[in-house]
């Protein structure tokens, strides 16, 4: 069964603005949903890498323990946290679901957002300090339903591995990875649904993107390719789904990843 791990920070912010989400989830069902086992919440002194760092030694715990990590987090850098732990042999893909590229650095950001990052940091063109976090190849990630993009992020996938795709099931399964890739670590920030379709998930979200049920399929068609051995659910902000709906998206979606969940050793 699969572990539930709670990061309730933004920015180095214990329960504010999309530090709220994790805890909001958990209060409305997200374990049952799951079928969690256990649920464990990161603590941190709360900067952005001692939150990242954290996650990592949770995520390791869990690994020892033979179960897969399922990680609610107020940011993006969370999953940083969970590959470092994961990727033990160079053979995990991610599949990066996001309105956003998550592609800057502090030479290219125009608001200074770390988590504007995260991505970045991920796939080695910006530093972390989070140990035995290997540098993701590129071919080995596909950004999915991305589409509010800063021009350097464009001009950087431009110049990428990286495979920026829409949100459609066909088109994940079609993606063709490098044969070392044996499974897959989900990301999904919440805003990767369309804020007029959906709703708002954050004060980051963009109209454009997929629906629910969109989403859902996209995560059905990579469990379908490759074992679906960790995931994380990033940057919901309670206050900006004013009517739930993103809430109630969120919940089924993890109810989903609950039923794929594999554990590779």
């Known amino acids: 069964m699969p572990r539930l791990i709670l990061v309730p920070f933004d920015s180095g912010h214990r329960d504010r603005r999309m530090g709220a989400g994790p805890a909001d989830l958990l209060r409305h069902g997200a374990a049952g949903r799951l079928g969690a086992a256990e649920v464990r919440t990161v603590e941190s002194e709360g900067s952005y890498e001692d939150v990242q760092r954290a996650v990592a030694d949770e995520v390791a715990r869990a690994v020892a323990d033979g179960v897969a990590p399922v990680v609610l987090s107020g940011n993006c850098g969370a999953s940083a946290g969970v590959v470092a732990s994961m990727d033990t042999d160079g053979d995990l893909a991610v599949v990066w679901l996001d309105a956003h590229a998550d592609l800057n650095t502090p030479e290219t950001t125009t608001s200074g957002f770390v988590d504007g990052m995260a991505l970045a940091m991920l796939t080695g063109r910006c530093r972390t300090a989070i140990p035995g ?54 990301h999904v920030d919440l805003d ?74």
């Open 133 to 186: 976090l290997r540098p993701v190849p590129e071919e080995q990630v596909l950004l999915v339903g991305a589409r509010d993009l800063d021009p350097a992020e464009r001009e950087v996938l431009a110049g990428s591995a990286i495979r920026l795709l829409p949100a459609r099931p066909a088109e994940v399964a079609a993606a063709v990875f490098p044969p070392r890739v044996r499974r897959v670590h989900l």
């Open 192 to 265: 990767v649904h369309d804020s007029r379709r959906v709703g708002r998930a954050n004060e980051y979200a963009a109209p454009g993107g997929p629906d629910a049920a969109e989403v859902r399929a996209v995560v059905e068609a990579i469990s379908a390719r490759l074992p679906l051995v960790s995931a994380t659910f990033a940057a919901y902000d309670p206050a900006a789904d004013t009517t739930g709906a993103v809430r109630a998206a969120a919940l089924e979606l993890i109810e989903l990843t609950g039923t794929k969940l594999a554990v590779v050793s």
